[in-house]
């Protein structure tokens, strides 16, 4: 079994800064790339920034300048900084991690979602 808990959502005015964090534990052997997915009311769930086990990133277009995800890699933990939020960055955000577990399974989890609110 492997747990996600994520934390650091909440509300914030336009132009203000939030900085999300999701911790993974369990049956871990290794962890592979990690990522923050999000979805706003009405739309898709997209991909927002995923790094790789080796620190490579990536990002959607929408954030790029303005959120920076970053992994402990001894902590198990993906954190995503998010700034210079505008109201379109609303949303339940997910994170996921690919884990390696202890019975050598090469799984995806996800968490249960924070909400980000940005107000106007």
């Known amino acids: 079994q492997v747990q996600l808990v994520e934390s650091g959502g909440g509300l914030v005015q336009a132009g203000g800064s939030l900085r999300l964090s999701c911790a993974a534990s369990?049956?871990?052997?290794?962890?592979?790339?990690m990522g923050w997915y999000r979805q706003a009311p009405g739309k898709q769930r997209e991909l927002v920034a995923r790094i790789t086990s080796g620190g490579r990133s990536n990002y959607a277009d929408s954030v790029k300048g303005r959120f920076t995800i970053s992994r402990d890699n001894a902590q198990n933990t993906v954190y995503l900084q998010m700034n210079s939020l505008k109201p379109e960055d609303t949303a339940i955000y997910y994170c996921t991690v690919g884990v390696v577990t202890t019975r050598n399974y090469d799984m995806d989890y996800w968490g249960k979602g924070t909400l980000v609110t940005v107000s106007s």
């Open positions: 369990g049956s871990i052997f290794s962890i592979n790339a």
